[in-house]
């Protein structure tokens, strides 16, 4: 089992900043990719990053492509969002995730999940 807890989250005005980080424990976080998803009220979840266990390869959304910079220190098995230039579309609680292997976009692709911490920006 990998256990994944995220921090960071918080209220912040438009045009601000956030990062969030995500902290893996259990099983070897070894060859595990990760993703950021993001799901506001009313819709479905989506993805947001992703990121080869090398790091050599990182996937964006479009709509966050050029704000938002994913990367991760696999020496302390944690992985990051790195958020600026925030809107109020990008309120949604944001989860981490992990899967064996390749970096994808799909969320039903991923095993293990974090709790979810919210982002919320206001106009």
């Known amino acids: 089992q990998v256990q994944l807890v995220e921090s960071g989250g918080g209220l912040v005005q438009a045009g601000g900043s956030l990062r969030l980080s995500c902290a893996a424990s259990?099983?070897?976080?070894?060859?595990?990719?990760m993703g950021w998803f993001r799901q506001a009220p009313g819709k479905d979840r989506e993805s947001v990053a992703a990121?080869?266990?090398?790091?050599?390869?990182?996937y964006y959304a479009d709509s966050v492509k050029g704000r938002f910079t994913i990367s991760r220190d696999n020496a302390v098995n944690t992985v990051y969002l790195q958020m600026k230039s925030l809107t109020p579309e990008d309120t949604a609680v944001y989860y981490c995730?992990?899967?064996?292997?390749?970096?994808?976009?799909?969320?039903?692709?991923?095993?293990?999940w974090g709790q979810g911490t919210q982002v919320t920006v206001s106009s």
């Open positions: 259990g099983r070897t976080f070894s060859g595990y990719a």
């Open positions: 990121i080869t266990w090398s790091g050599a390869y990182t």
């Open positions: 995730a992990a899967r064996k292997g390749t970096a994808l976009t799909n969320p039903k692709e991923y095993n293990y």
